[in-house]
């Protein structure tokens, strides 16, 4: 049985934690917040994760998962450590390495065995090169060690699936040393014949770069053809369905929307901007790609005032907070600069979420919003509904009595979840993007 030890236990650290607990591996997961290891203790997660609690408390009781503020016990125990601390972005665009850094330096520093570290957090080309450097420096008692490059592809909401289920496992090294190691922590995957691509430690992240900004590349390019479909009066539904079928472009990350946010895609096509000019190599779809998602949200807000007029002292009743559905995660979401613009503009604005009410609350007093027991709470009064995310909860509401509990009724899915003869039917102004 494998020892690890993953240091971080936010999406991905969590995860890959649990993950390889389940493909039976012993896990210690490590973090410096003791109130989120206080709670993974009790076994509860600290993130709204479909199939995390069961699959967390599961592995607690097999005894091959626990949960420790020791970072330094945690290295020492290990075989092999996966560094799973978060790379934030720094104001000039690139992902902030700091606690990558002081990460690195603390396992130099106790490193007392051969010992495998594995990056799992979003790194710039050449910060494994550069973790490898710490340690050696940290390192005073030449212990020998292997750093490899394991980046992560699970989506939120589906992390757990995800982590079970890849498309690939990408392992970059620079001698093949721990290559078996990683295949028989992976066994299960290994398998079932998952693709396990070895590469070099620059390219292992660069292929994390370059999937997560020509997936955002996608959805920007949907969302620019739903607002050539708006202007020409073509269905961008009917569209996306019709390219997608091309094996060549495929149907997914085709669904128009507010615009692309989350903890991933607006970092990570930032970092892989800033990272390229700075090495005199510009890439203009990825800065494209930017820009192009900022319209989305500003187009939004245009096609609710073109459709209203001036929405000083209007009260809208924004349905979905979070920046997709299946997750409380609000980070970068299309929603905080679309309620921000139109409380800039004088409107009155109510929200709701299923899951993401305790970080909405952090961004916005409940001065400036109202927030929403339910749906039905949230639209009392109002002059219009937007719906952002695309809950399933959302899929089904009860119209008829949304339209009489409403001022005015307009009525705009952002996320083109219903019809708009159905919604025209009931009496409502409909509006969704592209068709
Ligand atoms: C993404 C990648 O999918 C994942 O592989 C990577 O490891 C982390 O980043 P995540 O950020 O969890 O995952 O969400 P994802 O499902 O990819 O959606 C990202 C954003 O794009 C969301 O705001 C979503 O609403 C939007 N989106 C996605 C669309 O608007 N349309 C689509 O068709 C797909």
Redesign the pocket.
Known sequence: MFKISVIGTG??GLTTGIGLANFGSSVLCLDIDEAKIHQLNQGLSPIYEPGMDGLLKENVTAGRLRFSTDLTQGVQWADIIFIAVGTPQAEDGQADLSAVEATAALIGAHLNGYKIIITKS?VPVGSNEKIRAIIDDCNERGHPFDVVSN?????????VY?FLHPDRVVIGVDNHRPVDTLKQIYRPLYLNEVPFIVTDLRTAELI?YA??SF??M??AF??EMSRLCDVIGADVQQL?IAVGKDGRIGG??????????????PK?TAALMAFAREKGMPLGLVEETIASNRRQKEFIVTKIKQRMGAVTGLRFAVLGLA???E?D?MR???AITIIDQLLDEGAIIRAYDPQAMKNAKKLWDTDQVYFGRDEYDTIEQADAVVIL??WNQFRNLDIPRIKSAMRQPFFFDF?NIYQRKQMEDYGLVYECIGR
Do not use: M
Not at 151 to 159: D, I, K, M, Q, V
Not at 252 to 265: E, V, Y
């Open positions: 999406y991905v979003t980046p992560e592809f699970l989506r939120e909401g589906r992390a995800d994390k999937s997560n997936l955002a996608k959805v949907i969302n996306a997914k990350f085709l669904h128009p929307g507010p615009g692309f946010g989350g903890s991933c895609f990570d920046f997709k559905s997750t995660d970068e979401s299309a995310t695309e996320r």
